[in-house]
């Protein structure tokens, strides 16, 4: 989908078979409780009512990724059609010379790769995302082509709220209690106001592109974006905070939680890659 108040994108298409070339992993920065209804507390989500969430969704679709990718793709340069021997090596006799690509930003041999992630999360998490082009691509759930679930964002608890300090150097902290009830409650209300205008439209016969201009960017998206380990690994040096970043990087919460969750399934196709990544200060070569 796009933004309710954007361009509209292609048909949905059905999600891949699990198949052994389609490998599906699924991951959630939150497990319990990551979809209630404020509604209808304790009980099962009720058909056109606001649920809301603070988890993202994060399914490894499918992938040609391997650290012996970035081998035969350097080795080349050098041995011609010989590199193609890398492709039955065991990776970790050369992860020194991981370590030198990325050391020395020798960054071709690490797009020889292909990852599909599958991704639920909210609009603005989405338009975030998606300034990312290069070694990118993206479709999303169409606006235009289906009616809209009524899955909502609202922070989890542990989410910091308040913003101390100047631009470009500030930091987020807890808030209270206080304001925590009233963002839950502002939220959930401007939710189930938004939708019910949503849906009074659409029972009027206002079409989909036209009614879903109600809507907020609070609302939860999906789609596949598919990229490879050198795109990925610029993405998650923006949108990541790190202890051996070189770089510090200031992401919003909510689309670093994607990047963990993506980080997580990269890293067990690619150890070494990743290894060689966090070794020189996650920064991309």
Known sequence: ????????????????????????????????GACRDLSHPGGPPVSDTPRFRSDMTVELVKHSASDSDVLWAARVSTAGEQSL???????????????????????????HNSMTFFISAPLFVFREFHRHRVGWSYNEESGRYRRLD???????EERK????????????????????????????????????????????GVAREVARATLPVGLYSSMYATCNARSLMHFLGLRTQHEQAKVPSFPQREIEMVGELMEQRWASLMPLTHAAFNANGRIAP
């Open 1 to 32: 989908m796009r933004h309710p108040s954007g361009g509209g994108g292609g048909p949905p298409h059905p999600r891949p078979p699990a198949s052994a070339s389609h490998r599906v992993w699924r991951a959630s920065a939150r497990r319990v």
């Open 161 to 204: 709220l308040v913003q101390q300090g100047r631009p470009g150097k500030y930091e987020f902290v807890a808030g209270t209690p206080e304001q925590y009830k009233l963002v839950s409650e502002a939220m959930a209300d401007s939710y189930r106001q938004s939708y019910a205008a949503y849906q009074e439209m659409l029972e009027a």
């Open 150 to 156: 009524p899955v909502f964002y609202v922070p989890a």
């Open 85 to 111: 021997e890398e492709v039955s090596k065991d990776p970790e006799r050369s992860k020194g010379l991981i370590n030198y690509l990325m050391r020395d930003r020798h960054g071709s041999p690490f797009e």
